[in-house]
């Protein structure tokens, strides 16, 4: 912790009551963290708790306080106090004539994720929602925090700043700002450096290949671009929290601060590198777009209930858009990466049948029972509003660059949301958004937004790309298998189904999802195999598939289709105009 960031506690009122958590980890192997919670000048009969059911930028209620044992209150001689739970995460004590209460609690911590806790013998990371009670109507009072590491060598980093003169203590200004300030506490490898005059620090914990001098000044690079588009950084101090993890990857946003996971071994390839830059640019530009630019319904966060919104494909979607553009002018890739990229997107969407079924608001505003929640229906049904969202702000930025040469872009529309709501944080309502929008395309949008956002019509890519000597199309393979509709995964020496698509000639037949495949025409085959098998037969050839439904031996009879393409890309037209070389040039760099 630097000392720029070490405060003096204010100076509170003799009757306002105070908050104090003490988060200890005596024994990390066991992955508990040992919460104590003490409340000075309390004046009420009842104290109430309640602990978050979610956090900010995830958005599933995860019911964190099914993670909490070992419950128990005192009074400041000691003596027990009666409580008792109300609800799932509510929690109340007898507090008559006690004006000092502590309370202790045990945190189970053994979940890797950037929205969770975790807590073995190499570290302690935590995010508030998940382990802090807060209490109704002192919501705005300010909380300190002091860590006891288990070792004299662990150490901590948090984007809180720390409270002079008191180790490993540190001040939120009230309960939202502890929720939004993760710790990482342990051995972890910790870097300082600064961007644009401010302080920045990366913490990595794990073992693997990250090497952080490389990643630092790609960091600082993307940093840059984002502040010269925002008009500068709304931060003194910023912390980038990286773990290494065994696989997978995600990110979580906080206002001064970001977690990334990421594959202990995903930095020496290129385009696995590139991913990462991405999640960087992705979260990195979550402070301004969702942290502060906020849609009216996370305004004020109500961390009891779900908050629901149809404009995360904003929020998230035109992140994403982002999070593909800001490398490239950084300089991280060149123009054909990011269009190869593009292509990857596309062939997301454009490969998922609930693309025409579920509009992009709706994905939004069902986010809390949906995106989270995935169901072997899931592909049919619905769209993630990550994917559609951010191509919708793709065909947003084209159409507004398209109209006016360059001289507009999306990236106007960041900024004026910037000025208008992000730096009072003022919610904003889709009306609101809608009109920015169109204010800076000068033009009526109403028809897109019904059409594209509120509805399921196709998105017309080849129309918003052709300006700019660009084209959509399905990247030819050769032996293409005909089209069967489902999908298959080995689990444990069976073949499973995992999805069957709509309509298709597999689900027409009644094979469903959780099907085992057994053979095609009475020859025994495997996830691998499918596709070479199918090579076998013509579209209108009709197969026999055998599987097991629910243990139950049956043969469909199945009529193949014409194949459907798998993969898309974005290439250039054989014979640009000068004018579409220009709009090119003017939006991505190059030609």
């Not at 506690?9 to 963290?33: C, D, G, K, R, W």
């Not at 409340?39 to 602990?51: G, H, I, T």
């Not at 900010?56 to 993670?67: A, D, F, N, Q, T």
């Not at 952080?212 to 960091?219: E, H, V, Y």
């Amino acid at each position: 912790m630097t000392e720029a960031t070490a405060i003096r506690p204010a100076n509170l009122s003799n009757t306002a009551p105070a908050i104090h958590y003490q988060v200890a980890m005596p024994q990390p192997e066991s992955h508990l963290f040992e919460v104590e919670l003490r409340v000075e000048n309390w004046q009420n009969a009842v104290l109430d708790l309640k602990m978050p059911v979610w956090t900010p930028g995830s958005y599933l209620v995860r019911e964190y306080s099914k993670h909490l044992q070992n419950f128990s209150s005192t009074s400041s001689d000691g003596e027990s106090l009666n409580w008792q739970k109300l609800s799932k995460n509510h929690w109340q004590l007898q507090t008559a004539g006690r004006s000092e209460i502590t309370v202790r609690y045990r945190i189970f911590a053994n979940e890797l994720t950037v929205r969770t806790n975790h807590l073995d013998s190499t570290h302690g990371y935590f995010n508030g929602a998940a382990l802090f009670f807060f209490i109704p109507g002192l919501e705005q009072q300010p909380i300190r925090v002091k860590i006891v590491p288990p070792r004299p060598e662990w150490r901590v980093t948090t984007p809180l700043p720390q409270v002079s003169g008191e180790a490993n203590t540190f001040y939120a200004t009230d309960f939202d700002t502890l929720v939004d300030s993760p710790f990482e506490i342990g051995i972890h490898q910790l870097y300082d450096f600064e961007i644009l005059g401010k302080p920045h620090q990366l913490a990595i914990w794990g073992e693997g290949n990250a090497d952080a001098q490389r990643i630092i000044p790609d960091i600082q690079k993307i940093v840059q671009i984002e502040a010269e588009m925002f008009e500068g950084l709304p931060y003194d101090r910023y912390v980038f929290l990286l773990h290494l993890a065994s696989q997978g990857a995600g990110g979580l946003e906080h206002k001064n601060c970001c977690t990334l996971n990421y594959s202990r071994l995903g930095f020496r390839a290129k385009d696995k590198y590139n991913q990462f830059m991405e999640l960087v640019a992705h979260e990195f530009f979550h402070l301004w777009n969702v942290k502060r630019i906020r849609p009216k319904a996370l305004e004020v966060f109500d961390y009891e209930n779900e908050n629901y919104t149809p404009s995360l494909w904003f929020s998230e979607g035109a992140t994403s858009y982002y999070d593909l553009l800001i490398p490239l002018r950084a300089g991280i890739y060149d123009t054909k990466t990011f269009l190869a990229n593009l292509g990857k997107e596309l062939t997301r969407f454009l490969t998922t049948p609930g693309r025409l079924v579920q509009p992009v608001s709706e994905s939004s505003f069902d986010a809390w029972i949906k995106l989270y929640r995935p169901d072997a229906n899931s592909g049919n049904s619905q769209i993630s509003y990550y994917v559609k969202g951010e191509l919708i702000s793709l065909l947003l930025d084209l159409l507004i660059r398209a109209r006016h040469e360059n001289k507009r872009s999306l990236d106007d529309v960041m900024r004026q949301m910037w000025q208008q709501f992000g730096k009072e944080e003022i919610g904003f309502t889709p009306e609101q958004l809608q009109q920015i929008i169109e204010s800076v395309a000068g033009d009526d949008l109403s028809d897109f937004f019904k059409r594209y956002v509120d509805g399921t019509e196709e998105l017309p890519f080849e129309e918003y790309l052709e300006p700019f000597g660009l084209r959509l199309e399905p990247e030819i393979e050769e032996d293409l298998p005909p089209y069967l509709g489902i999908t298959v995964k080995s689990q444990n020496g069976r073949e499973i189904i995992q999805f069957v698509e709509y309509s298709s000639p597999a689900q027409l037949a009644g094979i469903d999802a959780n099907d085992e495949l057994l053979a095609i025409n009475g020859i025994r085959v495997s996830a691998e195999q499918l596709s070479d098998r199918l090579k076998d037969y013509q579209p209108g050839n009709a197969i026999a598939v055998s599987i097991f439904h629910q243990d139950q031996l049956r043969t469909c009879n199945v009529t193949l289709d014409e194949p459907r393409p798998t993969r898309y890309q974005v290439v250039l037209l054989e014979n640009p105009s000068d004018a579409q070389k220009q709009n090119l040039t003017g939006w991505l760099g190059s030609y």
